[in-house]
């Protein structure tokens, strides 16, 4: 996080938000990280791999 711009903050019963400590520009990117984790949606199971998150090219009939 860049010093001075979010701040962190504990959000009873949902965890910890961040919050702007000054305006914001719609579209201003505020913040940036790796993924932590990913999932695939029910309605893309069996089109994309659940590994690499790649488009399966084939489907296939075993469990």
């Given at each position: 996080m860049e010093p001075g711009r979010l701040e962190k903050?504990?959000?009873?019963g949902r965890g910890s938000g961040l919050r702007a400590l000054r305006r914001v520009r719609p579209g201003e990117?505020?913040?940036?990280?790796e993924p932590?984790?990913?999932?695939?949606?029910k309605q893309r199971?069996?089109?994309v791999c659940e590994r690499?998150?790649?488009r399966?090219?084939?489907?296939?009939s075993s469990p």
């Open positions: 903050f504990p959000s009873p990117l505020l913040y940036r990280a932590f984790a990913c999932t695939v949606t199971l069996g089109a690499c998150l790649h399966c090219l084939f489907l296939s």
